[in-house]
């Protein structure tokens, strides 16, 4: 078991969650509230899956942790594109926001192929 709290994919990806946050507190409209609650629940699953990874049984298991990770970065960027297209956040916003995705997915995706391998090497 490890401690999440010293990988630096959550410390970021809890940071932009904590941002996005901030970013959306005013999507109160009729009908984005609905974009607000989905964009804040993708971007909190991206550290919560690496949270919820570091108690996996086994590597190959935490993995799949940091996969589904992954997929919440994705989510968050598809998230992030809507609410730009819609007028709810600027681009510079966006871009911010997204670039930081961008990073946090990439970074995770190196940490699950280092698990992967490791977990290769111990067999």
């Known amino acids: 078991m490890q401690d999440f709290k010293h990988i630096k994919a959550w410390q970021r ?3 932009l969650a904590i941002a996005i946050d901030k970013l959306t507190a005013h999507f109160t409209r009729e009908g984005h509230a609905t974009l607000r609650s989905q964009l804040t629940r993708a971007a909190d699953s991206i550290a919560a899956n690496i949270v919820e990874g570091c108690g996996a049984a086994t590597r190959r298991e935490f993995a799949r942790f940091l996969d589904m990770s992954i997929k919440s970065a ?7 594109l809507s609410s ?12 911010k926001a997204t670039n930081e995705t961008i990073e946090i997915r990439k970074m995770t995706h190196g940490y699950r192929k ?8 111990t067999r």
């Open 13 to 15: 990806a809890h940071a």
């Open 74 to 80: 994705n989510e968050t960027e598809y998230h992030l």
């Open 84 to 95: 730009r297209d819609r007028g709810l956040i600027s681009t510079a916003e966006w871009e």
């Open 114 to 121: 280092k698990i992967l391998n490791d977990d290769l090497a």
